[in-house]
């Protein structure tokens, strides 16, 4: 999961690059869905990739107007899989 933290509280920044450019991932990292909070300060999104450096590379081309939060995430049927011999 990515958390998005638009710098000075611009969105319109960030939409606009968003506009003109596109999402600016590489092949094999992969948009799945994101929601942004109602005072367009954040936006949580979950990308998929196996290779963190795809994910390093994109947040690379947007670093100079979002900061970035990362923490990797499993469904949660994985979760359930995963736990479950401890239970």
Known sequence: M?????KGGDAVRVYRRFRD???LASQGLT???SWVDTKF???YQIMETDDRKL???WIAHWSD???FEVYPV???EEA??????QL
């Open 41 to 43: 300060e954040r936006c």
């Open 2 to 6: 990515v958390i998005e933290h638009f």
């Open 31 to 33: 948009y799945v869905s």
């Open 74 to 76: 499993v469904t949660s």
């Open 80 to 85: 359930a899989e995963r736990i479950a011999p």
């Open 21 to 23: 450019h596109g999402r």
């Open 55 to 57: 994910l390093d590379d």
């Open 65 to 67: 107007i979002v900061d």
